[in-house]
Nanobody, 121 residues
């Protein structure tokens, strides 16, 4: 069974930083697009960032551009989300997503259990 293990969430003051990690098990990590999404209290799930399998293509949601950085280490089978200059509105449960399309055959997609990030003084 595929599992995405997330870590790094917690409580941080406004302006602070956190780094989230996501390590999938039982997947060929270098073949998956890795993404982060978040869902704040009473809000819909929101796209945060995405990195291609090779790491060459990266996209960010508008609300985090310039503050968050997504990266991956294929040798360690881990994706990261470095979050700087955190704001109270960044408070949310952050979810890791692994996605792979095998053209003409299947789409494989998995989600982590979520990790809570709370930005508050």
């Amino acid at each position: 069974q595929v599992q995405l293990v997330e870590s790094g969430g917690g409580l941080v003051q406004p302006g602070g930083s956190l780094r989230l990690s996501c390590t999938p098990s039982r997947v060929t990590f270098p073949t998956y697009i890795m993404s982060w999404y978040r869902q704040g209290p009473g809000k819909a799930r929101e796209f945060v960032a995405r990195i291609s399998a090779s790491g060459e293509e990266i996209n960010y949601g508008e609300s985090v551009k310039g503050r968050f950085t997504i990266s991956r280490d294929n040798a360690k089978s881990t994706a990261y989300l470095q979050m700087n200059a955190l704001k109270p509105e960044d408070t949310a449960v952050y979810y890791c997503n692994a996605y792979r399309e095998i053209v003409g055959e299947a789409v494989l997609e998995y989600w982590g259990q979520g990790t809570q990030v709370t930005v508050s003084s």
